[in-house]
DNA sequence: CTGCAAAACTGAACCAGTTCAACTTTTTTC
DNA sequence: GAAAAAAGTTGAACTGGTTCAGTTTTGCAG
């Protein structure tokens, strides 16, 4: 059976996060100061940083979750792609693109892009590149099952591919972030764009 | 004739860049205090942010002439390619990659990186993506050149791919910069086999 | 139940980037 | 060339994230 310890620091770790999500939705991630989380969280700024490292670490706790939904949800569409290559990669981008901003504000990702950044070698930065990763392997996930389908050229190396519009989609979703007047069907139609291209030229013409 | 205020304001600016470079490398830029940069430029503290809005300028300063000396050198590689499209794009990305740590270290990459994401709307950050928008369109002009060349399939969206491989390349180079123990070779290998990938299945025979 | 060790809590102090009101220097005006 | 205006300089104070020495609470052995 959990001790009162236990039972304590998991209620007073759901309190802070509780706390801060309200008030980065409420007034931004910058404007939120550690006092006010705190304080919401009937907690000292000692106890704080007893939970979290950084201020930064309470974006990875809502980060994770938004990525580990959107991978859940991309699972769904590799496992039973449309059949067509554009259509298929499409409906994977737009499946990452449409979660983004459920729990998170474009400020917020800025936040957590610039930290995973400026300080690589923290545990934020390590597990956001993790995920970033697993990203990346489910856009190859996606193109090797397609041409399994016959819907990629033969010759085609899925992971090379896979991996260079991951990067490309993150590219534009960080373009997409660091444009505040962007709108998220302006950053689909710039993916899509290269989505096209790309087929076009890879793609067999069975789903043309 | 320039006035003594001028002339003043053009030396203690110069000075100031100077000082922060030294101690950028000496030290790394994080271990650069303010208070130093200034005191090795003979100029107090408020001085100093007369002269730069936020200690990420200096970066900007350095980065700036960075790029503006690699998209030099990239014109030469446009002008005039190799005669095979996969030499050609990685003789440009290879020029890009080996310029890069000339007045910048990884870290100073990672703060310049972080900071045009985090404060999108600063000077700094306008004038960071204008580079790298200059460098997305020397990319699609280099692909243009290898398709009139006739070393690119004609039905290539070259816009479309160029800025594709820009975002790759950009997106391991961020990769390079946040893994610290990454050399320069593993990075230039790991854009070379997208290069590869792309080429073999948009370039025509000419050159294989 | 008592005493002790370990764990967790606390808030005042710290630190480094940034601001600003008072001061100095340069330029302009007459 | 004196006086007013404009521009630039200064460092002490401010801000907000982070630390840490001292205190309290919890778990456990005797």
């Not at 459920?102 to 390590?126: C, H």
């Amino acid at each position: 059976m959990a001790g009162l310890r236990e039972r304590q620091k998991a209620k007073r770790h759901r309190a802070i996060i509780q706390a801060a999500s309200t008030l980065f939705k409420q007034n931004g991630y910058e404007a939120a100061r550690i006092e006010a989380i705190a304080e919401a969280a009937e907690v000292s700024v000692g106890t704080f940083y007893n939970y979290f490292e950084h201020k930064a670490d309470l974006l990875l706790a809502i980060v994770s979750m938004e990525v580990e939904e959107v991978l859940h949800q991309g699972e769904g569409v590799v496992a039973a792609p449309p059949g067509d290559a554009y259509e298929a990669i499409c409906a994977l981008v737009a499946t990452y693109y449409d979660h983004s901003l459920v729990y998170l504000t474009k400020e917020m990702w800025r936040t957590a892009m610039a930290f995973s950044i400026q300080s690589p070698d923290t545990p934020f930065s390590r597990r956001y590149r993790e995920l970033d990763q697993q990203l990346s392997e489910q856009v190859v996930a996606l193109m090797t099952r397609l041409q399994q389908g016959g819907l990629l050229r033969a010759g085609v190396d899925t992971r090379a591919f896979g991996e260079l519009t991951f990067l490309g989609l993150n590219g534009l979703f960080t373009t997409y972030t660091v444009t505040e007047g962007m709108a998220l069907d302006a950053l689909k139609a710039g993916m899509f764009r290269q989505v096209r291209a790309l087929t076009t030229q890879i793609g067999t013409s069975e789903g043309a």
